[in-house]
Every structure is written in structure tokens, then in C-alpha cells.
């Protein structure tokens, strides 16, 4: 085989790894490639190219999306001893092979029950959409696992202990890394300790007397999930947690509750939670988030502890005393915030503070306490604002404890002049108020380097909100667009939802849509048009969003049209995907794909 004949059946790392191979042989002065020269290459590629085709066939389509290559890929960095070893691929039937022996195999690299042996980080596969019932806490899991769920089920039995499934680091020799993907878990919970918990595209359901996912100082990530129905439903405990584009909703003794180390909230929403939504002694960063509808105040920010709200929404939380929306006793930083719609039964339904607070271009508006509505600052504590905030409605700031500063704004307008008193979908993953038009605070702090580069949704900052032509910026979370396009389509041959448009994979898509004229070709949000993978029957999300291959967009002028050719990939036959237009004024735009 000549090496020019590889080129057409490699990806670019497959092809750049060869190419690293030969140019190393040359630089040592060894004499021509291995392929040229010799032909003890040839022998190892047809080895890894008959291990790979002997592999059941699911097993072989999981292979190169986990290595992110293709099969011919793989099999070329393996015969030059550039890609990881084989590592094993363990179905579970439920019957020969159970989700207890298919751990043990994998912990331990040797064939348990019906299960075939681990090999290194391996990956356990259920059926597409299996129920599988846990009679006794599985096997502590103390090496790489990855669990491909397929939308199956792991549940807990009666009367078995609450948790179901946990990554245990803190036993010697131990690597434990689980990644769990695709998998709904029902009534118990799944934790780590010391070691690594990855969730993604899974839900954490009904442990209703413990708590839904627990980190005891392990590194966990929570992605594109939901835990819910849960007693608590994430405790942290040291280390680090990241919760990106998830739901902690309906749990009974609150969404997150962190102790030490550090947590991350982004893109995601803590609701309608029993208790409070966020209660945290741990550093945290909450952005691009809404706090809403939990019954035991919104956010609890514990003594000295470091915390961080940046371009997100505090809103509709009750059900305490002090702070409905926040209370904070410790170092908070709140800025291109909203909080809105809290109340409290005695003070400072929006922000209770009895620590170090510092605001920048926020709005507290419509909260309802006795004392304090907006705000409530305790003497002992510290408050730094005249940075463009704006405090309450109808001419009264709503606060006590501090004057707001010469920046700061206090609105004659009545509340429903300053802001859309409804949180709701506003584009965007998670729910906004949005600014009404005329809203005093629209375009009322400066275009500097103080504004957000966008706002909750995504949407750009500055915009010319007030049409006045000079763009700048708006306080709180929701940048008003300075244009609404008047969206029409899709258009033939794409149909937006309900229909489900089918497609061949590896075709070209030709997506078109009007706006209502010509906008200019700047219309669409930073990374857009996307697509992701989800699930055919749930059009839950199965991958992350990712830009399209698309060409570029036009705009014809006699047809009042947007194009662009969406140039879809082979490898999507069998799934199916959303495809997302979001535009500059916040909108969202969607299609659903079924590939052949």
C-alpha cells in the first residue's frame, strides 16, 4: 500500500499522526517510510483492522465517536502505537450480563458472570431504553467507566439503601472517573467521593428521602441534565461542582447545597425547589442562571464565603423571613442582574445583606417585604454601589440601611413600565424578565468595560434600545434588541416543528427563511445556525450544540429570502438532531431532523 493511497480514508489526526511518523524517520536519517521500506506495518494495520471489524457491531459505531475519529482512524494510530489500548465495551442484557457484574468486570479487567472483561477505561453499554432494577448498592466504581444508557433506566428496589451508583476515589490504587450519559435514575442517588462524577443528558429522579447527586471532595459536572423530586437535590461537599445547562427543580429540602471548595452554576435554572434554591459556604459563581419559585428564599450566601451573580435572573422566591430573593452574609458580587418578584416576610425581600455587597448595573424592582423591599442592609455589614443600578418603582427606592449613589437610578415608573412582571421564555435557555419599551432602564449605563458582552439570552451588548442611535447598555439581565425581526418559515423543503423533516445523512440541507426584509447578513447570534443531537422520541438533548457547516448566509432580495446549505455528516444516520437559528433579538428558530 503506497502511503498516497491512505490520504482519502483518514480524518485530519489520523493523516496528521502518520505524517508525524514518517517526518520523524526522516529527520533521524532511517531511511524511507515504514510503508516504502518495509512491510512490518502492514501486518499490525490488518491485526487492529480484523480486532476492530470482529467487534459487535454497536461496539464499532461507539469505538471512533469515543475516540472522535474515524474506524480506518483508529485503526492506523493503533498499528502506530499512537492510540489508547483497546478498551473493552461491556454489554448489559440485565440477564446474563447485569449492571452490578458488568462494573465488577470493568473495575477489575476480568470476565464476571456473563460479562466480558474490562480492558483500561471501559464502556458500559445498556439497551436502548432498558429498565434495570438494583436490588443492592452497585459496586463502588474505581476506574474510568463511561455508561452509554441509550435513554435506559437504573432504578432502585424497595427498601434498598438510597444511593445507587457511586464513584469511589478514596480507596488506594483507585482511579475513579464515571461518566454516566443518557441514563434516567430513579429513586436513589448517585454520588462521589474523592474521585470524578460526569452526568450528562440524564435525569436524577425521586430519591424523595435523601438526596439526588452527592459530591463528598470529588470533581463533579452536571450537563444538560435535570434532578428533580429528589430530597435535596445536589450536596456538595469540598473539591469542585460545575452545573451547566441543567435543572434542579421540585426537590424537597432544597436545589444545591454546597459546603467548601468551589461550585459553578451556568446556563441553568434552580426552581419551584422546597427550601432554599442555592445555600452555599462554598466559593460560587452562578451566571447566565435563574433562581426562581423556591419556597425557602432564592440564594443563601454563607459567612465570608466568595460568591459571584453575574447576568442572571432572582426571581418569584419566598417563604422566609430575611432575603427572599438573596441573603448574604459573606462576599457577594452582583452585577447585570434582576431580581424581581421576591418577598419576605419581615426584610429585604430582594437583598437581604448583612456581609460585603458590591452591585453594578442591576435592577431591583418589584419585591415585597415590610421593611427593605428592594433591599435590607444590616449596619454591620457593607454595601459599594453607584455603578448604574436601578432600585425600585413609582419614585421609591425600596430600600434600607444605604442611599443609593449619584449613578443609581429610582424610577418615577410604575413597576409595569420598567419591566415585564412575568418570567418567561424570552429566548434563550433560561427564563428572563424582559425590559418593556420606554423602560427607564433601557440604555441607562455606558457602553464600557463594565457591560457584559452579552446579556442572560445571549443576546449582544450594547443595542439601541431607545432608538436614539447611540447604543448602550441596558441594568439588569435582558439587553432590549434594538430591532424584533418579523421571523416567516422555515420554508420548503424544511418545515419547522412539529414535523420531524427526514433527511439522507451526508446531504446537503437547504435551509430559508424571511425576516421581513432585508435585516443585513448580521442577524444571527455568535455560533448560530447550530444543531446537537437529541432523542427521536423525546427531542431531549443527546450531544452538545455545535455550529453548522453551512457555507455562509445570503440573502436574496427579489425572493425576500435568507439561505444557507446546511452540509449534514454520514455519521448521523440513525439519530436525529435539532437544528437552532437564534437571532440578535434574542429569538429562537427551530427544526427536527430524522437522518437515514
Known amino acids: 500500500m503506497a502511503r498516497s493511497s491512505l490520504g482519502p480514508i483518514l480524518d485530519a489526526r489520523a493523516r496528521a499522526a502518520w ?38 457491531p454497536r461496539t464499532r459505531r461507539l469505538l471512533p465517536r469515543r475516540l ?99 464513584a469511589n476515589g478514596n480507596v ?17 442517588s448517585v454520588d462521589v467521593i474523592v474521585g470524578t462524577l460526569t452526568l450528562q443528558y440524564s435525569t436524577v429522579s425521586g430519591n424523595t428521602g435523601g438526596r439526588g447527586v452527592l459530591n463528598v471532595g470529588g470533581r463533579l459536572t ?75 428564599g432564592g440564594v443563601f450566601n454563607g459567612d465570608e464565603t466568595s460568591m459571584s451573580i453575574l447576568n442572571s435572573t432572582i426571581s418569584g422566591n419566598s417563604g422566609v423571613g430575611f432575603g427572599g430573593g438573596i441573603d448574604n452574609d459573606g462576599i457577594l ?41 428592594e433591599m ?62 420606554g423602560s427607564p432602564a433601557i440604555d441607562a449605563s455606558p457602553a464600557d468595560t463594565a457591560c457584559a458582552a452579552t446579556d442572560q439570552r445571549g443576546v449582544p451588548r450594547p443595542q439601541d434600545g431607545d432608538e436614539d442611535t447611540v447604543a448602550l447598555c441596558d441594568i439588569g439581565a435582558f439587553e432590549r434588541a434594538a430591532v424584533t425581526y418579523d421571523f416567516h418559515g422555515f420554508f420548503e423543503p424544511v418545515e419547522g416543528p412539529p414535523t420531524v423533516n427526514a433527511r439522507h445523512a451526508g446531504s446537503t440541507v437547504p435551509v430559508k427563511f424571511s425576516l421581513g426584509g432585508d435585516q443585513g447578513l448580521d442577524i444571527l447570534m455568535a455560533g448560530y445556525p447550530a444543531s446537537r443531537q437529541v432523542n ?18 445570503s440573502y436574496a432580495a427579489a425572493a425576500d429570502t435568507y439561505s444557507f446549505a446546511w452540509k449534514t455528516d454520514r455519521a448521523w444516520a440513525g439519530t436525529c438532531r435539532l437544528l437552532s437559528l437564534r437571532l440578535n433579538d434574542g429569538s429562537e428558530h427551530t427544526a427536527y431532523f430524522d437522518f437515514r
Do not use: K, W
Not at 531511511?31 to 502492514?42: I, N
Not at 454516566?180 to 436513589?188: K, S
Not at 412582571?421 to 425590559?435: I, K, M, S
Not at 427521536?536 to 448566509?553: F, N, V
Open 222 to 296: 452536571i450537563a444538560d441534565s435535570a434532578i428533580s423530586g429528589n430530597g435535596t437535590g445536589v450536596v456538595h461537599s469540598n473539591n469542585f461542582s460545575v452545573i451547566t445547562n441543567s435543572t434542579i427543580s421540585g426537590n424537597t429540602a432544597g436545589g444545591v447545597d454546597a459546603g467548601f471548595g468551589g461550585v459553578t452554576i451556568t446556563n441553568s435554572t434552580i426552581s419551584d425547589n422546597t427550601g432554599r434554591g442555592v445555600r452555599t459556604f462554598a466559593r460560587t459563581i452562578i451566571e447566565t442562571s435563574t433562581i426562581s419559585g423556591n419556597t425557602g
Open 172 to 188: 488506594a490504587g483507585s482511579n475513579a472517573n464515571l461518566t454516566m450519559r443518557a441514563i434516567a435514575v430513579r429513586g436513589g
Open 333 to 373: 458580587t452582583l452585577s447585570n442582574s434582576t431580581v424581581s418578584r421576591n418577598s419576605a416576610a419581615n426584610r429585604g425581600a430582594g437583598v437581604y445583606n448583612t456581609g460585603r455587597l458590591t452591585l453594578a448595573r442591576t435592577l431591583l424592582s418589584g419585591n415585597t417585604a415590610p421593611e427593605g423591599p
Open 68 to 166: 472522535d475519529q474515524s474506524l480506518a482512524g483508529v485503526t492506523l494510530l493503533l498499528a502506530l502505537g499512537q492510540g489508547p489500548a483497546l478498551a473493552a465495551v461491556i454489554e448489559v442484557d440485565g440477564a446474563t450480563c447485569t449492571m452490578a457484574d458488568a462494573i465488577t468486570a470493568a473495575n477489575t479487567d476480568t470476565a464476571t458472570g456473563g460479562c466480558a472483561a474490562g480492558s483500561g477505561a471501559d464502556t458500559i453499554v445498556l439497551q436502548p431504553g432498558s429498565v434495570h432494577t438494583v436490588t443492592a448498592t452497585l459496586p463502588d466504581v474505581a476506574t474510568p467507566i463511561t455508561i452509554e444508557g441509550h435513554d435506559g433506566t437504573i432504578e432502585r428496589a424497595s427498601g434498598q439503601p438510597s444511593t445507587i451508583i457511586r
Open 536 to 553: 427521536c422520541d423525546s427531542a431531549d438533548a443527546r450531544s452538545a450544540i455545535e455550529p453548522t457547516d453551512d457555507g455562509g448566509l
Open 19 to 56: 505524517q508525524a511518523h514518517v517526518a520523524a524517520r526522516q529527520a533521524q536519517d532511517l531511511g524511507p517510510a515504514p510503508f516504502q521500506r518495509r512491510p512490518e506495518p502492514l501486518p499490525r494495520l490488518a491485526t487492529y483492522h480484523e480486532r476492530l471489524q470482529a467487534l459487535p
Open 376 to 437: 435590607f442592609h444590616d449596619p454591620y455589614g457593607r454595601v459599594t454601589a453607584d455603578n448604574y443600578n436601578l432600585f425600585g418603582h413609582d419614585g421609591d427606592a425600596g430600600v434600607v440601611g444605604f442611599t443609593p449613589g449619584a449613578t443609581d437610578l429610582v424610577p418615577a415608573e410604575p413597576l409595569d413600565a420598567i419591566l415585564d412582571p412575568t418570567l418567561a421564555d424570552n429566548g434563550g435557555p433560561t427564563r428572563t424578565h424582559a425590559l418593556v419599551p
